[in-house]
């Protein structure tokens, strides 16, 4: 499968950005798909990922509550609505996924990774 991310830009801080990974593929309902991030100098981390089931979800504590993770299997999409914007939540975004049930916080368990899209958080 392949992916898409889009949605980031400049935000201010306590704003919201709503994120997009687009997909090709007709068995994308199969896929678990992750989002990570990776701000400079520092390692990749995860940030949230959503199961087969839209109810399925899991997220990085920095993020629970003001973070949601979503999908549109008919419009091959996941979602990750982010309020509440911190300036520490500046990185880059990627989407990522993989044909598991159930989602995984780990970048390893995931093939098939998007380019990333900027995400920038003023104070």
């Known amino acids: 499968v392949q992916l898409q991310a889009s949605g980031g830009g400049l935000v201010q801080a306590g704003g919201s950005l709503r994120l997009s990974c687009a997909a090709s593929g007709r068995t994308f309902s199969r896929y678990a798909v992750g989002w990570f991030r990776q701000a400079p100098g520092k390692e990749r981390e995860f940030v949230a990922a959503i199961g087969w089931s839209a109810g399925s979800t899991y997220y990085a504590d920095s993020v629970k509550g003001r973070f949601t993770i979503s999908r549109d299997n008919a419009k091959n999409t996941v979602y990750l609505q982010m309020n509440s914007l911190k300036p520490e939540d500046t990185a880059v975004y990627y989407c990522?996924?993989?044909?598991?049930?159930?989602?995984?916080?780990?970048?390893?368990?995931?093939?098939?990774w998007g380019q990333g899209t900027q995400v920038t958080v003023s104070s």
């Open positions: 990522a996924a993989d044909p598991l049930r159930i989602p995984s916080n780990a970048g390893s368990d995931f093939s098939s």
